[in-house]
């Protein structure tokens, strides 16, 4: 996957294809907030469908998905952190660094608040590892 950061396996439904369960990437920068993408703007990138509320916001993940795009793909990065792959939910996220990430629950996400860079840390040195164990 060029367009996602190296290494990155994303969350997804394996029967649709369907990225972070069809909410729109780009409106956590925007609106600050979760919303769900509409199925008539959706965009398809190597086999994953991203959808989006608006054109512009489609157009804004086109020409940037690097950035938009879940950081570990959408795992937990509390439990990669800890040497495990967990789907982040995408009620449970947080922008840190300029970068979205996803949490299985309130309390991996509370954790990560309390010591973002400390969790990122560790996160970015287990990923080589866990990404490997992914879709075993």
Do not use: C
């Amino acid at each position: 996957m060029l367009w996602a950061a190296a290494g990155d396996r994303i969350v997804l439904d394996p029967q649709t294809g369907l990225a972070i369960s069809g909410f729109d990437p780009v409106a956590y920068f925007i609106d600050a907030k979760p919303r769900v993408g509409r199925p008539e703007v959706e965009l398809r990138l190597d086999g994953t469908v991203w959808r989006f509320r608006n054109e512009g916001n489609r157009a804004a993940f086109a020409e940037h998905p690097e950035v938009y795009t879940p950081r570990f793909g959408g795992y937990d990065p509390v439990a990669i952190a800890r040497g495990n792959s967990v789907p982040g939910h995408p009620l449970f996220w947080a922008v840190s660094g300029e970068r979205l990430y996803l949490f299985y629950s309130a309390t991996e996400r509370a954790a990560f608040l309390a010591e973002p860079d400390r969790i990122i840390d560790a996160a970015e040195r287990k990923w080589p590892k866990v990404v490997r164990t992914i879709g075993r």
